[in-house]
């Protein structure tokens, strides 16, 4: 379980969000909202410790993220960003594996039973296990957006933050992801994701977190958050809300002159 | 796979350091070599040139090779730039500009290399002071950095032998630049191995983190990677590696860029095989230039450090083009 209690986070210079309360229990995914440059990322990275909060604090399963070590802290919480980097010569299979590093003390330096299992386990969640002696840079943009996830998969935590796990993927292997971490979820881990996607996000999330200009604006069910009203607050566009049996759904309003 | 590679790379290791054994002056024949190597109190003539000249001079070459390539897999790795050296530390810089004013003051010969040392350590001192940003080191100033005091310190040296008025100090000056191991003994093994140790054990330390690195620093913090630490550890142990080499042996170029890529082929790029193999390959490579350049121009030296870059310039292009044709 993960517990904001009155966070504000920001970025040198200016606060971008305060005020965020809200308690992300084991087994609950929740989808993080609002539009670019709100705080979205920054809020993720304050809740996996490598960037500090302004106010408030963050604990996971009760203890106070800032009192945690950081290889204790990489042990509870794992984050996955979409972050590009040039790896030259490392392979698919030991991108994964740079996961299993806060399973290990500085001296042991070769990987264990637990780390191969944990590196095929992670590899078969996001179907690249035939893909793992091959060397990462000669991977599309989606298949290395998939191996992040099985880096983060690896890592064995009890939190995994999502920062846009699915830009880069088409429909198709976007919703196998969506599905991947509704399992995690139902698996027991807690699950907090950085969508775009307010449908998708609908369709998997149990909770979204919607943020607006320097504040929350809502922490609950798809059903409350995905509400005209809000969500114009929130992006500054209208929509139109369509309830399906599947939860609701929203379409942007556009308005021609 | 990678216990026979390694293996392989251990048997060449032995062949490269033999073959040097046999590089020298007077021809002697591989089994006297032995029987001098396996009788180390034996007073014959032999035994006093395996011991006393031979043998340090490879242990040395040994030593600089494994500890120039070492630094460069860790900052080649750190950076996640494939074309930085050692030498980015602004150690070999400081310690040339250091050693050209001393050799044109008059500074006595057998000073060279502890001023050296100090000189190179200090100009790293400087780069790292300069590289810093927040709580750790930033890539692009210390590329920057390193390549601006390096440039600085070069002019220094070329100033100084513009200036010397005596050609003996020139080619003194040019001696340490083109690198040699050149009447090199024990006891120069001795000063510089403390600091090789030094830094083999803090690159012990970061090794580890190496592959975290290589993949970000926001990917390495989440995973546990006290990132500010490592890369100071990197920072700190690729400088004294370098500036123990320097004073070893002058400046040996192309060590630290290659190898860690012949490396890399052999073993692939984890950390934890990748810094022995490198080490392991650096010390080839070193003690077998060492000893082709004690041969090539007999009873002349070729300086080592100018045969290095003869095979190391081409090696390095078609290893780098090769593998970025197949990538």
Not at chain 1, 187 to 195: F, H, M
Not at chain 1, 218 to 226: E, G, M, N, Y
């Amino acid at each position: 379980m993960i517990a904001l209690d009155g966070v504000a986070i920001g970025v040198p210079g200016r606060t971008l969000v305060r005020g965020i309360h809200a308690r992300i229990a084991a087994g609950e995914f929740l989808a993080v909202l609002g539009p670019n440059g709100v705080g979205k990322t920054t809020l993720l990275r304050a809740m996996c410790g490598i960037r500090p909060v302004l106010e408030g604090t963050i604990a996971v399963d009760g203890r106070a993220l800032r009192s945690l070590s950081v290889a204790a802290r990489a042990r509870a919480i794992a984050f996955v960003t979409a972050d590009d980097a040039m790896i030259e010569s490392l392979r698919v299979r030991d991108v994964v594996a740079i996961g299993r590093y806060p399973h290990h003390p500085w001296w042991e330096w070769n990987p264990n039973p637990q780390d191969h299992e944990a590196v095929e386990r992670a590899l078969r969640a996001v179907q690249m296990t035939r893909e793992a002696e091959r060397l990462f840079t000669t991977l599309s943009s989606g298949e290395r957006q998939r191996i992040w996830i099985a880096m983060g998969l690896a890592q064995a935590t009890p939190v995994i933050l999502l920062d846009e796990p699915t830009s880069h993927l088409d429909v198709r292997v976007a919703h196998e992801i969506l599905a991947l971490l509704r399992d995690l979820a139902r698996d027991g881990r807690t699950v907090v994701c950085v969508l775009h996607d307010l449908n998708d996000a609908a369709a998997y999330a149990d909770r979204l977190l919607l943020l607006g200009c320097e504040r929350m604006l809502a922490c609950d069910v798809p059903d409350r958050v995905l509400v005209p009203q809000l969500i114009e607050e929130a992006y500054g566009v209208g929509v139109l809300r369509v309830d399906t049996p599947q939860g609701p759904r929203v379409f942007t309003a556009v308005r021609g002159e | 796979m990678v216990s026979f590679r390694f293996a392989l790379i251990g048997l060449l290791v032995l062949l490269a350091f033999f073959a040097s054994l046999l590089a020298g002056g007077s021809s002697i024949a591989p089994s006297a070599i032995l029987a001098a190597l396996l009788h180390p109190h034996s007073s014959n003539d032999v035994a006093t040139i395996v011991w006393q000249l031979r043998l340090p001079r490879v242990a040395i070459a040994a030593v600089v090779g494994a500890a120039l390539a070492t630094g460069g897999a860790l900052l080649q790795g750190m950076l996640r730039n494939p074309l930085v050296d050692p030498y980015l530390t602004g150690v070999s810089a400081g310690a040339a500009a250091a050693i050209a004013l001393a050799i044109l003051a008059g500074v006595a010969a057998p000073l060279l290399p502890a001023l050296g040392f100090i000189a190179g350590l200090l100009t790293a001192v400087i780069v790292a002071a300069l590289a810093r940003r927040g709580g750790g080191v930033d890539a692009n100033r210390l590329i920057l950095a390193g390549i601006s005091i390096s440039a600085l310190f070069s002019a220094i040296v070329v100033f100084a032998i513009a200036r010397s008025d005596s050609p003996d100090a020139a080619q003194s000056i040019l001696a340490w630049l083109a690198g040699s191991m050149a009447g090199r003994g024990w006891s120069d093994l001795l000063f510089a191995m403390p600091y090789v140790l030094i830094g083999a054990g803090l690159a012990a330390l970061a090794a580890p983190a190496l592959d975290a690195l290589r993949v970000g620093d926001i990917r390495a913090r989440t995973v546990g990677v006290d990132v500010d630490r490592a890369q100071w550890l990197i920072l700190a142990a690729t400088s004294l590696l370098a500036a123990a080499s320097v004073a070893l042996a002058g400046m040996i170029g192309f060590i630290g860029l290659i190898v860690p890529h012949v490396a890399r082929r052999l073993v692939g790029s984890r950390a934890r095989l990748l810094i022995p193999a490198s080490a392991m390959c650096g010390a080839a490579l070193c003690a077998l230039a060492d000893a082709v350049a004690r041969s090539i121009i007999a009873p002349s030296e070729l300086p080592i450090g100018v045969l290095l870059a003869f095979i190391g310039v081409p090696a390095f292009l078609y290893l780098y083009l090769h593998q970025e044709q197949t990538a």
